[in-house]
């Protein structure tokens, strides 16, 4: 489908601006930040509070048929993005949640009191720096004195940062316009910005419909993880951690579901979040179909603490820290090491 970069309509960015997926780490533009409550599911006298994403796991649980037989209560609550879910983790109010792979970084930065139990390897193409298909731009290096849209404190901010130090260049050597990604989209549209450091569905988006093309992509420069964080009152508590371990797995059995069946999920997705659907299969096949659950692992730890050193050496936090401090791995038990590769769908959509 060819793009018509001057006709995006707003009716179809309003969607996607709500959908912030796991990866992301601030909120939408013209999203409410808080949890609202979305249903509960399964039976018993427990119940766990779940922080979720428009989409998210309580989408991907439902279509894989993991809420059928449930033994104890899910109460969701369903957030813009990363940040404020791991709010309502400090606080109590949720119990478990999915995020990206740095809203845990800025919420231990900020002594929350958090524990990450279980982790998701994915491929990163879906992590990419866009530019136009007419652009001058062919790699990162080229990127010096340029403006680039990114969201603040995203997985995406840390992405466009190992590019600039992988190329040599460092943010002063840029102009960063902090953008949500619905005002990022329309920015690049326009061409206001010359690049646009984004996750997906949005990458998908903006290569299917508005003209772009991929300069650099976070495949083997950022680690591709997101995480399942849990609060460190659910963990103390027998049965709470009890139904944290079995929602842990009924996640992992849906994730298979996922890659088996990448048609069916791209259409759930596609009605949960306004995404058209080749925008949906597209973001499946590049990065949400190929995601393994995994151990949050000493490999794991490492490859956050980078991103823990890489934003303090920018003074993008107060100070460096142990985000080893801020895992649990109790669960790690069930789960395949962390550096356990992603499933593919062959050539890279």
């Known amino acids: 489908m060819r793009s018509r970069p001057r006709h995006l309509a ?12 796991a990866c992301d780490g601030a909120a939408g533009a013209g999203g409410s930040a808080g949890g609202t409550g979305s249903g509960t599911d399964g039976k018993g006298s427990l119940t766990l509070n779940v922080g979720d994403q428009k989409g998210g796991s309580e989408a991907v649980l439902r279509a894989a048929g993991e809420l059928d037989d449930l033994t104890y209560k899910i109460k969701w609550s369903t957030f813009t993005s990363g940040p404020p879910l791991l709010e309502a983790v400090n606080a109590g109010a949720v119990d478990i949640g999915a995020v990206g792979n740095t809203p845990p970084v800025f919420a231990a930065a900020a002594k929350s009191k958090i524990k990450v139990v279980a982790g998701a390897h994915s491929r990163a193409d879906g992590d990419a720096v866009l530019v136009k298909k007419d652009s001058p731009l ?22 466009l940062l190992a590019q600039l130090r992988k190329s040599g260049l460092s943010p002063k050597d840029v102009t960063l316009s902090y953008l949500q990604p619905a005002d990022a989209l329309a920015a690049f ?14 990458t998908s988006q903006a290569l299917e419909q508005a003209d ?32 944290v371990k079995d929602y842990i797995q009924r996640l992992r059995r ?19 979040t306004g995404l058209p659907k080749d925008v949906a299969l597209a973001a499946v096949k590049r990065t949400r179909g190929t995601a ?3 151990a949050v692992d000493k490999d794991a730890i490492a490859s956050e603490q980078k991103i823990v050193d890489t934003f303090a050496a920018f003074h993008l936090i107060p100070r460096s820290f142990d985000f080893g401090a801020f895992v649990d791995p109790r669960f790690n038990g069930g789960l395949p090491p962390s550096g356990t590769e992603p499933r593919t769908y062959g050539k890279a959509h």
Not at 143 to 154: C, T
């Open 10 to 21: 707003p009716a179809l960015l309003f969607p996607l601006a709500l959908l912030l997926a």
């Open 138 to 159: 062919h790699r990162a290096a080229q990127l010096k004195g340029k403006s680039i849209a990114v969201a603040q404190g995203s997985s995406a901010h840390y992405q």
């Open 189 to 202: 549209t326009r061409g206001k910005v010359d690049a646009w450091a984004v996750w997906d569905p949005y």
């Open 212 to 243: 772009a093309r991929v300069l650099a992509s976070g495949q083997g420069v950022v680690n591709g993880l997101g995480f399942q964080v849990a609060a460190p009152a659910a963990l103390n508590d027998k049965k709470k951690s009890a139904a």
């Open 254 to 272: 849906a994730q298979d579901w996922v890659h088996a069946h990448p048609a069916a999920w791209a259409e759930v997705w596609a009605k949960e």
């Open 292 to 294: 393994v659950q995994v």
